[in-house]
């Protein structure tokens, strides 16, 4: 993926493409991914970097979503199940099984959590990774040693999958330029073209050298999460708010805080809310909370009170409890959730609204794409592309991403180490620079390595040598350096 090459295969702005995609997220890159696996010429436009909004900041999981399985919500965890079957299957290395361990700390709570996790396996079908059973206390306690000892009957024990987010979006952006797509970061959509009342293509801005694109097409899509009302009003300027923002947080510690290879899933904390305690890149993953009322950021910045409370009730259910001081990384994301089309006076928090995704499409043919998980981005791609296609007068094609295998990159020479305390290594810097499109440090060390996620304080050791190593790879002097040194310090 050669970021030049893709800015060239623009060419000049007559040429008329089947399907636009803004947003270079879980949902625009499914998007492009389907429309270009089809056949139909596709371009994908991102502001920023790939995953740099929401979806680099997930749990982490591609699950069938227990919590859901408690609203009655039978549909989505099926659907969510067999799409997490099919990522096993087609990003295999990329998306992993993951046991998890829901703890009993009251006598019936193993069969209650059981009966309701084998409903799991059996919506789970032939794409069931392993079968619910329930081990007893020294059996927990063996998996995860530092979960608390005291009043421990026991526990459930299932299966669901976990991935990284980044490295995943990256694997669809590879993907779908490897069926023809053209595929951009750091381009951003500041306009909409119409025609006789139809949206015919966008205009749009490169970050860097601030070239101006005007791309045409047959049908543009809308995938921008947080940030799809402000699309929608550059094609209706009145257009009612149709997402709502819900930031979660996570906290990153070291692994002796679980102790073992096995997830924590606490179902309800004693405000009702989910709890994961989930071993990833050998730390401990603490999440996450759900705080309304937030502005929309691509950047959003986590609360005091968020991080408080993952590490009070973390330390409710754990032996060595975490204090502040052991936090090696926390990270923000917003939830994009599809607003319900009129809120009735104190109803509906953002914890019970639906995870599902909405698609619609305008009077002047824009097609929005909103909502849903990471683990259902790929349904979410088909039905889009399906629309698209109806709305854009395209050819009918059948979607097949259902099957298609995504393209994981080899593992290079062994390299210097970034830092002891990070699990990256110097060449993964020159791959990302020459073949992944990074551009800046954040794009290095936040998404095509996952550092700033794992240690900020390893993070900040390292970034000067990795910006001069950038700097030597892009042809940038100096003052390239200092200026990436000093947006990564405000950005981390
Ligand atoms: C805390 C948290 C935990 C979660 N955990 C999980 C999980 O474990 N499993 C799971 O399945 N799901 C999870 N989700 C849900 C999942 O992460 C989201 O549903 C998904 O990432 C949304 O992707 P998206 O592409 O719609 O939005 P985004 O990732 O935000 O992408 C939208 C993109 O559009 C770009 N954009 C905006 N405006 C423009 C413009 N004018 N021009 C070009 N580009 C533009 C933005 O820069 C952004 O990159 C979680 C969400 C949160 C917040």
Not at 29 to 41: E, V
Not at 447 to 466: G, H, I, M, Q
Request: net charge neutral.
């Amino acid at each position: 993926m050669d970021r030049n090459t893709q800015l060239d295969r623009l060419g000049d702005s007559g040429e008329v493409w089947d399907v636009i995609v803004i947003g270079g997220g879980a949902t625009g890159l499914a998007t492009a991914l389907d429309a270009a696996s089809r056949g139909y010429r596709t371009v994908l436009l991102e502001q920023a970097d790939f995953a740099e909004g929401t979806s680099s900041k997930s749990t982490k999981l591609i699950h069938g979503g227990v919590r859901y399985l408690r609203n009655g919500e039978i549909g989505l965890v099926r659907e969510s199940l067999r799409e997490r079957g099919r990522l096993l299957k087609n990003a295999s290395g990329l998306v992993e099984p993951l046991p998890f361990v829901v703890p009993a700390y009251r006598w019936y709570e193993r069969m209650f959590y059981g009966t309701g996790l084998t409903i799991y396996d059996g919506l789970a079908g032939d794409l069931g990774i392993g079968r619910t059973r329930h081990p007893g206390a020294a059996e927990t306690k063996r998996r995860v040693p530092n979960l608390r000892r005291k009043g421990l009957h026991g526990g459930t024990l299932y299966w669901d999958a976990q991935f990284d987010d980044a490295a995943l979006a990256l694997a669809m952006a590879r993907t779908a330029v490897a069926q023809g797509a053209v595929v951009l970061n750091h381009v951003r959509v500041t306009g909409l073209i119409k025609e006789q009342g139809r949206v015919a293509g966008v205009e749009a801005k490169t970050r860097f050298k601030g070239r101006e694109l005007v791309l045409r097409s047959r049908v543009v899509v809308n995938a921008t999460g947080v940030f799809t009302d402000e699309i929608r009003r550059l094609d209706e300027p009145e257009a009612e708010e149709s997402v709502r923002p819900s930031q979660g947080i996570h906290l990153v510690l070291d692994k002796r805080f679980l102790g073992g290879g096995t997830a924590v899933m606490i179902p309800k904390t004693e405000d009702g809310r989910v709890l994961f305690l989930i071993p990833w890149k050998d730390r401990l993953l603490l999440g996450t909370t759900d705080t309304e009322g937030v502005e929309n950021s691509l950047h959003p910045r986590p609360l005091a009170e968020e991080i408080d409370y993952l590490i009070r009730h973390a330390a409710l259910y754990l032996d060595e409890k975490p204090s502040h001081d052991d936090i090696r990384a926390v990270f923000a994301g917003l939830r994009p959730l599809a607003k319900p089309p009129r809120r009735k006076p104190g109803a509906a928090s953002t914890a019970s609204l639906s995870r599902s995704h909405v698609l619609y499409s305008s009077e002047s043919g824009l097609v929005t794409m909103t909502g849903g998980k990471w683990t259902t981005c790929r349904q979410m791609g088909e039905e889009a592309v399906d629309r698209a296609a109806q709305v854009g007068g395209l050819p009918a094609r059948p979607s097949l991403t259902a099957d298609l295998t995504l393209l994981v990159p080899e593992e290079g020479e062994e390299s210097e180490a970034l830092d002891p305390n990070l699990p990256y290594q110097m060449h993964q810097i020159d791959r990302a620079v020459r073949e992944e499109m990074a551009m800046t440090l954040d794009d290095v060390l936040s998404r095509r390595t996952r550092s700033s996620f794992l240690d900020e304080a390893a993070t900040r050791r390292c970034s000067p040598k990795v910006a001069a190593r950038m700097a030597a790879l892009l042809g940038r002097d100096e003052r390239w350096i200092r200026e990436e040194l000093a947006a990564f310090a405000i950005d981390c």
